[in-house]
């Protein structure tokens, strides 16, 4: 049974720092897509980042580029998304992902874990 736990996150002033971590188990990381995602209550579940655990092709949607990071472990199995620079508007519930299809749609990821709060303060 595939599980994804998500955690890291929390409060933090605006221009802070946070790292989420996402812990696989019963999933392979090697050869497929992960990704993170964040959606704020009322507003559709919106990409953030992915990587092709193959070759580490990482690709981020416009409004985190430069300021989010993210990168594997394969040996640990976990996912993470180095956040800085952040902004009240990065606030969201945060959700790693997992798939065979790489791109930033809901809808390409079989794999979803519970979330994890990000809560940036101005």
């Known amino acids: 049974q595939v599980q994804l736990v998500e955690s890291g996150g929390g409060s933090v002033q605006a221009g802070g720092s946070l790292r989420l971590s996402c812990a696989a188990s019963g999933y392979t990381m090697g050869g497929n897509y992960m990704a993170w995602f964040r959606q704020v209550p009322g507003k559709e579940r919106e990409g953030v980042a992915n990587?092709?655990?193959?070759?580490?092709?990482?690709y981020y949607a416009d409004s985190v580029k430069g300021r989010f990071t993210i990168s594997q472990d394969n040996a640990k199995n976990t996912l993470y998304l180095q956040m800085n620079s952040l902004k009240p508007e990065d606030t969201a519930m945060y959700y790693c992902?997992?798939?065979?299809?790489?791109?930033?749609?809901?809808?390409?990821?079989?794999?979803w874990g519970q979330g994890t709060q990000v809560t940036v303060s101005s």
């Open positions: 992902a997992a798939g065979l299809y790489g791109s930033l749609y809901r809808s390409a990821y079989k794999y």
């Open positions: 990587i092709y655990t193959g070759d580490l092709s990482t």
